[in-house]
């Protein structure tokens, strides 16, 4: 074919070389890419021969296509930009005369061949288009209107329209538009569109429903969701997250019963949706949806020093760097035994009518004795075994049993209630002196008996050894005794007065109770499961009673679970409470109610030692603790004469006078609108965390003067460098748990301060005033 | 990090999170004590307010009986200390069927509001486990409350309306328990001290919330120079308290000084708005004006129930009784008609009852210039829904060693309970008859539960 052309053009030459025409190039058109066409130029010219130049290029290039010299057009591999290219001959002879044809180079032409359904009803339809050179840029056109359209492959497209009603008996056109440059469109195909058809079926009966609908957690946190499937006796539904069954560990999982954990880390976006789709109709499915967000208040890691600064939270009225040092040098067990074996700091009695000095020498003694773990055991003790400065206002009425409690500290239960029941100071407190036998018709006095039950010993219900209430057939707790144990009690008890000549002798404090038998009733009692025979003397009746007390099985539980909730945490687990208890009432020798052993098994538990804090760990700091374990942190002190007590009765917390024989807060107190105990909360309302943090600026301000002391000197030495003062601040009063926002939150704010003494204090007064610093944990 | 934009955001994310179950649906998240009780909430607003007089006042030279026989028996107990005196002089007031009795004219400025029906009193009302009989107290033979006459010991009691003085908690507080659900979604403190922490306030579910008069909860470490340093120092804390720690108990703490933050917000706008009425600068003075100016907040709160504590001490009269009781009661005196005019001033005068308590009344018979502990007393109620004018309860018997007296020093057996007595206010208030008993758990020993002195 190409000779004969050329032999046209030869013998056109030959033939018209005395005419002087004008060339003229055969023939435009498309020319699908990658593929070529011969073009041919009429030349009445001689010589006949010509040049050809793609877009004025001699002979083209490879973007907009090549020519060869016979005029046969390449079309590129790609569709250039500009798909439409000019293809010229041109006279050798006479350059001047030239002709040139467009060409478009087009994609590979797409083509419809049949569409399956060839008939859809009106309304919407889903239809299957064959052809070929279809693509994901691949457009069905139904009439004049494109189709959403799905690209199965070269030959196959898929597509959903809608039929209007008014189309319905007649044939509409569908062809197939490939976009783009060079794109092409296909020659049509009729659809028929047929009346409509029935209505659609009604929705599945099935139903389900996700409760609750909508929930916020934090990372790592779960939520229990229930599905409820009704119109089917299969109540089974499959989870998924986000579309993905089961989740994962980006966007959180699920359980197959419907409990979700959401993943570590916060997902993109934060929000994800729960589906729980019927296993019985897939169709039916109910959705939850899920906010994630950060722990960013949660603690950082700790640093070294976290363990053996939680060990002085518990042990001692906080750390101080010596004593940080010296428990990481020889570890709990070796700094208990030191600590048991420190001699006692003694605790003098000014005499006279001041009880002030008393309570001035209690915070300093707190802050400063070096028997710290004796001054936090007898603290815990004073808490149960109650004597308020309330009503014993007078020093002679007071020191005397902080003596015995610090004395008993780390001895043996049994011994610290018989020394106290016959204290004349506990005698005035609870009306033991001269609680003499009745009269025929009377009551013997009830006020000790029934708190030395209630309060010291076995309180009012029967306990399991983890702590928990014992219940009846009904779940109802069973009561620990009755009032008639309490008047039993009561009579067992009489006989008691101070010491003096008489039989009831005036208040005296110079010494403990005395027995009168002449006062004492001698006959029998009866308590609960034990009973002491008539004819007794005083004393033998309140060793009988003592005796009972001690060996309830209540005792064990009910002294572990004291110490624990003032030593170490509010809510410790039962599991901790009861191996507690075991050492309470064994503690490995056969004996019981050993305190040291007690206050060993409380310090040294796993759960005491676990270093990394949860859910509901912890104990809020009381008052006196706050503020005392502030300075001792800061390496201050109070001064023995100092004049806080007023500002500690401010808070709830008069020193040495808790308002009832029920302290200065019930282990019992909750957590307002939580299932959570949390005693010290009672005392710690709007008001007094005020005061508090205005204690904390106080002394940080140095305008406690001599009384509250602290040195923040190490502080101002860093205040220029804004990481150095913050870790510092962290590790004093944190231990190196201070999350990344907080210390971001405490960067900004010193950054606003105006010296390097305001920068220190605004740093360690922000940290004094974070719940993590206010909750031991 | 997620940093909520407030605090109420901020709860309400901490309401629905598994790990932190501590806060409530918005602000003042610990105080609030909503929750799922069957009281349905209150459209109108209760106060009732507390006046404790320290050291146990002697009711006998409050009111005295002004009838001739009555007045008698009166002057032969009270020989040196009977009324009027040189410093007191009696303002005739008579209850309504006639009977004359004298108020301390150190109640000068409250004596108007007796013949208004404003003011009533109640006599001889004290702590008992049943109704007692001289006979009965001789010889023991019922329960009677335990360390009568111990001041340490009869002020809990009379706190925790409890002869026993057990329990640990205030019968204020349980009142406050008894109509938490009347306070609806509100969740400004219910129960409120403005003299200290007290064991009247606190409730087996409410906690005693204090507020100190004058102080607005301002925290000192925010007053310092220049501002910008301490309003970075504010930001700073409002973040910290907002993290969310994962760890309940410091979510906890965090919510409590939260709540301070807030209740500084509410309380430091109190001053720009000052009342018509002029308190007196007494500490009992101010403390009835803070109350006040809580009241004043009902509107901003939505509260509809709170009870008040105030306190007012130095009535231990062992000695120089005469001037120091009157002065004493003219401070409360004054500072009661200051604070009932500033609930008329508010609106809400006839929803506002206050009252006086002590921890016991004192002996008939003199030591010296003073007297000594005892057991019955008068008290008196104050505010538009008491049915006022009108002596209440039954006027014991003055003479010494007489039907009501334990001994022969004056010391009377109560002739109307604690129980009956708080009872009647309790009902006003709203608490429910089913209520009741866990209120006033021997309120069942008496025959009359309402003394209808009360609206």
């Keep these: 074919m190409t000779t004969r052309f050329l032999a046209l053009v030869v013998a056109a030459a030959t033939t018209s070389a005395t005419h002087a025409q004008n060339i003229t190039v055969y023939s435009s058109g498309n020319v699908t890419v990658g593929t070529s066409r011969q073009l041919t130029a009429y030349v009445p010219l001689s010589p006949s021969t010509v040049t050809w130049s793609v877009n004025g290029v001699t002979g083209g290039n490879s973007t907009v296509g090549t020519v060869s010299a016979s005029g046969l057009y390449q079309a590129p591999g790609v569709i250039p930009a500009a798909n439409t290219v000019s293809v010229r001959a041109t006279s050798t002879a006479f350059p001047a005369k030239s002709h040139a044809v467009n060409v478009t180079i087009t994609q590979p032409p797409v083509q419809l061949w049949s569409t399956s359904p060839r008939s859809v009803p009106a309304g919407p339809f889903a239809i299957s288009l064959n052809g070929s050179n279809f693509t994901a840029a691949s457009i069905v056109r139904f009439g004049g209107v494109n189709l959403p359209t799905t690209f199965v492959s070269p030959t196959r497209l898929t597509a959903t329209g809608t039929a209007p009603p008014a189309q319905a008996g007649t044939n509409v056109l569908v062809r197939v538009v490939n976009g783009g440059v060079g794109g092409t469109t296909s020659s049509a195909v009729q659809l028929t569109v047929t009346a409509a058809g029935p209505p659609p079926p009604p929705p599945p009966p099935v139903t389900v429903a996700v409760l609750p609908a909508a929930v916020s957690l934090t990372v790592g946190g779960t939520q229990s969701f229930t599905a409820g499937v009704a119109g089917t006796t299969n109540t089974t539904v499959n989870w998924s997250v986000n579309g993905i069954a089961g989740g994962n560990t980006t966007v959180g999982t699920i359980s197959a019963g419907g409990l979700y954990t959401a993943p570590a880390a916060v997902p993109t976006p934060a929000i994800v949706t729960v589906r729980a789709t019927s296993a019985a109709n897939t169709s039916a499915s109910s959705t939850a949806s899920v906010a994630i967000a950060a722990i960013d208040g949660g603690p950082g890691a700790g640093t070294g020093n976290l363990a053996a600064a939680r060990l002085l939270e518990q042990a001692a009225f906080g750390p101080t760097p010596a004593a940080i040092a010296r428990v990481k040098a020889i ?447 | 990090m997620m940093k909520s934009p407030s605090a109420l955001t901020r709860r309400a994310f901490l309401r629905h999170s598994t790990l932190v179950a501590t806060a409530g649906a918005t602000g003042l998240a610990r105080l609030s004590q909503v929750n799922a009780h069957a009281q349905a909430a209150a459209t109108d607003y209760k106060a009732l307010v507390c006046v404790f007089l320290l050291g146990g006042n002697d009711g006998h030279n409050l009111i005295v009986p002004l009838n001739g026989a009555e007045n008698a028996a009166f002057r032969a107990a009270r020989g040196s200390l009977a009324l009027p005196d040189q410093t007191a002089q009696l303002l005739e007031i008579s209850a309504r069927n006639g009977t004359p009795y004298g108020l301390n004219s150190g109640l000068a400025a409250l004596h108007p509001l007796w013949a208004q029906g404003r003011l009533a009193a109640i006599a001889n009302v004290g702590l008992l486990v049943r109704p007692t009989t001289r006979a009965q107290y001789l010889a023991a033979s019922v329960g009677l409350p335990s360390n009568l006459f111990s001041h340490s010991d009869q002020t809990i009691s009379m706190q925790a309306g409890d002869p026993f003085g057990s329990g640990g908690t205030g019968w204020a507080g349980r009142i406050a328990d008894a109509t938490r659900g009347l306070n609806a979604a509100s969740t400004f403190p219910p129960a409120i001290s403005v003299a200290g922490s007290a064991l009247f306030c606190s409730g087996n579910i409410v906690q005693s919330t204090s507020l100190l008069p004058g102080n607005n909860l301002s925290a000192d470490g925010f007053a310092t120079w220049p501002a910008t340093a301490t309003a970075a120092r504010k930001q700073a804390l409002q973040e910290i308290l907002t993290f969310n720690s994962g760890l309940a108990m410091v979510q906890a703490a965090n919510d409590v000084r939260a709540d301070g933050l807030e209740l500084n917000g509410l309380l430091s706008g109190l001053s720009a708005a000052p009342f018509a009425t002029a308190f007196p600068g007494t500490s009992i003075g101010n403390q009835l004006k803070q109350v006040a100016q809580v009241i004043q907040l009902r509107g901003a709160t939505g509260m509809k129930r709170q009870v008040f504590f105030c306190a007012i001490g130095g009535f231990d009269t062992h000695s120089a009784q005469s001037w120091a009781q009157w002065d004493l009661l003219r401070q409360i005196s004054e500072g009661l008609a200051a604070f009932h005019h500033a609930t008329i001033e508010m609106g809400v005068a006839d929803q506002v009852t206050s009252f006086t308590a002590s921890e016991f009344g004192r002996t008939l018979q003199p030591s010296g210039s003073g007297s000594d502990h005892g057991w019955g007393n008068h008290q008196i109620m104050l505010g538009g829904a008491v049915r006022g004018g009108e002596l209440y309860g039954t006027f014991p018997n003055l003479s010494l060693g007489g039907p009501d007296d334990t001994g022969s020093r004056g010391v009377l057996i109560p002739t109307t309970s604690l129980d009956q007595f708080g009872a009647t206010m309790a009902r006003w208030f709203g608490v429910d008859t089913a209520s009741m008993p866990a209120v006033f758990p021997n309120l069942a020993n008496f025959a009359t539960a309402d003394l209808g002195f009360m609206i």
């Design chain 1, 331 to 777: 570890g709990v067990d070796a700094w208990l035994d030191e600590q048991f074996a420190l001699p006692e700091t003694p605790i003098s009695n000014p005499g006279g009518m001041a009880m002030s000095a008393v309570q001035a020498a209690h915070l300093h003694r707190l802050a400063t004795a070096p028997d710290q773990l004796r001054q936090r055991v007898a603290s815990a003790l004073a808490g149960i075994i109650v004597v308020s400065a309330n009503k014993n206002i007078y020093p002679d009425e007071l020191v005397p049993y902080l003596q015995i409690l610090s004395r008993h500290a780390f001895g043996n239960y049994r011994a610290l209630l018989g020394e106290i029941s016959t204290s004349a100071q506990m005698g005035k407190y609870l009306d033991l002196a001269n609680s003499n036998k009745p009269g025929p018709g009377g009551a013997a006095n009830e006020n000790y008996a029934r708190e030395l039950m209630q309060l010291f010993t076995i309180g009012l219900y029967a306990l399991n050894p983890d702590g928990s209430r014992q219940v009846d057939a009904q779940g109802l707790p069973i009561r620990a005794y009755t009032q008639h144990t309490v008047q039993q009690v009561a009579l067992a008890l009489t006989g008691w007065t101070y010491q003096g000549p008489a039989n009831n002798n005036w208040e005296n404090f110079s010494g403990p109770l005395q027995a009168r038998e002449f006062n004492h009733d001698t006959s029998a009692k009866t308590f609960v499961g034990a009973s002491l025979p008539a004819g007794q003397n005083t004393v033998a009746d309140m060793e009988g009673t003592l005796n009972w007390l001690f060996a309830h099985p209540n005792v064990g539980p009910f002294v572990s679970s004291r110490l624990i909730l003032a030593l170490v945490k509010s809510n410790p687990t039962p599991a901790y409470v009861a191996r507690v208890s075991s050492t309470f009432d064994n503690n490995g020798a056969g004996v019981r109610g050993d305190l040291k052993a007690v206050v060993r098994a409380v310090l040294s538990d796993p759960e005491a030692r676990n270093d990394t804090a949860t859910g509901n760990t912890g104990r809020l700091k009381d008052a006196i603790y706050h503020i005392v374990s502030f300075v001792r942190a800061l390496g201050g002190s109070i001064s023995p004469a100092n004049q806080q007590a007023w500002q500690f009765s401010q808070m709830g917390q008069t020193p040495l006078a808790p308002p009832s024989v029920f302290g200065y807060y019930s282990p019992l107190f909750r957590i307002p609108r939580t299932t959570l105990a949390g005693p010290e909360f009672q005392i710690y309302g709007p008001t007094e965390a005020v005061l508090r943090g205005n204690m904390f600026w106080s002394i940080l301000s140095s305008n406690a003067g001599s009384d509250l002391t602290v040195d923040i000197a190490p502080f101002t030495a860093l205040a220029e460098n804004l990481p150095a003062l913050i870790d510092a601040v962290d590790q004093a009063l944190l231990y190196g748990r201070m999350p990344a926002a907080m210390r971001q939150s405490l960067a900004t704010a010193i950054a606003a301060q105006y010296d390097a003494r305001a920068k220190a204090q605004t740093a360690l007064y922000l940290t004094a005033l974070s719940g993590l610093y206010a909750v031991q944990h």
